[in-house]
């Protein structure tokens, strides 16, 4: 396992604070005689667990990726929670299939490249922090459009930030090259994507799924 560029900073600032808080919390309660020592153990664990969250927020796992021309692997870490047809209106404007990932805050938030392309179209959309699984969130709620393309099919990634998410950040633009379970963007304490297919498409997974970016198989081509 390794920890994530993007929490270089959060770690940084959560052992900064811990180490203040504790210190603290260790001055003022764990005294001899003082009486307050339940509510002492209770903060330091409190604080060491918030502290521990950060960390493990920010970890990239160790896994042997699904690869082939054939399938369509899991941009994201998370639980299914939409499969729909429904109307793509920013890039394809028709008809498309959505398959919707929920990322709690205990999920891996690294997204990857589900097929191996090229990158047709990005765009940041600022907005606003609806909770990820509300309706509307897909088309209020900050978030960026990645299409990703091969000969054999077109995806619409969508990063949709959710209530607890601030920040979405994504790594490619327009006309590179990107191989498949590459590493296209992350999204910072709570979030969804959403992936577009073509109508037809025969998914792989349902609703309620827990899958795993770079290792679920959503579909076939």
Same mark, same amino acid.
């Given at each position: 396992?390794?920890?994530?560029?993007?929490?270089?900073?959060?770690?940084?600032?959560?052992? #900064?604070?811990?180490?203040?808080?504790?210190?603290?919390?260790?001055?003022?309660?764990?005294?001899?005689?003082?009486?307050?020592?339940?509510?002492?153990?209770?903060?330091? *664990?409190?604080?060491?667990?918030? /502290?521990? /969250?950060?960390? /493990?927020?920010?970890?990239?796992?160790?896994?042997?990726?699904?690869?082939?021309?054939?399938?369509?692997? @899991?941009?994201?870490?998370?639980?299914?929670?939409?499969?729909?047809?429904?109307?793509?209106?920013?890039?394809?404007?028709?008809?498309?299939?959505?398959?919707?990932?929920?990322?709690?805050?205990?999920?891996?938030?690294?997204?990857?490249?589900?097929?191996?392309?090229?990158?047709?179209? #990005?765009?940041?959309?600022?907005?606003?922090?609806?909770?990820? /699984?509300?309706?509307?969130?897909?088309?209020?709620?900050?978030?960026?459009?990645? #299409?990703?393309?091969?000969?054999?099919?077109?995806?619409?990634?969508?990063?949709? @930030?959710?209530?607890? @998410?601030?920040?979405?950040?994504?790594?490619?633009?327009?006309?590179?090259?990107?191989?498949?379970?590459?590493?296209?963007? !992350?999204?910072?304490?709570?979030?969804?994507?959403?992936?577009? !297919?073509?109508?037809? *498409?025969?998914?792989? #997974?349902?609703?309620?799924?827990?899958?795993?970016?770079?290792?679920?198989?959503?579909?076939?081509?």
């Amino acid at each position: 396992m390794t920890i994530h560029r993007e929490g270089y900073k959060y770690i940084t600032i959560a052992s #900064v604070l811990f180490v203040i808080l504790a210190g603290l919390n260790h001055y003022f309660l764990n005294k001899p005689g003082c009486g307050f020592q339940i509510i002492y153990w209770f903060l330091q *664990t409190g604080f060491f667990l918030l /502290w521990f /969250w950060v960390l /493990w927020f920010f970890r990239i796992p160790n896994r042997t990726f699904t690869q082939g021309d054939n399938v369509i692997v @899991a941009p994201a870490d998370g639980k299914v929670v939409v499969i729909e047809e429904t109307t793509e209106t920013e890039y394809f404007k028709d008809k498309r299939l959505q398959v919707s990932i929920f990322m709690s805050p205990l999920n891996v938030h690294v997204n990857r490249s589900p097929i191996k392309g090229l990158i047709k179209y #990005v765009k940041y959309h600022p907005g606003k922090y609806l909770v990820a /699984w509300h309706p509307k969130s897909s088309t209020e709620n900050e978030r960026t459009t990645v #299409v990703v393309g091969n000969n054999q099919i077109t995806l619409l990634m969508r990063q949709i @930030a959710g209530a607890l @998410a601030r920040r979405i950040c994504y790594y490619v633009k327009d006309g590179q090259t990107i191989e498949q379970n590459a590493e296209f963007g !992350f999204i910072r304490f709570g979030s969804r994507v959403d992936i577009y !297919f073509p109508v037809g *498409t025969k998914i792989e #997974v349902n609703i309620g799924d827990k899958v795993k970016g770079g290792q679920t198989i959503l579909a076939k081509v």
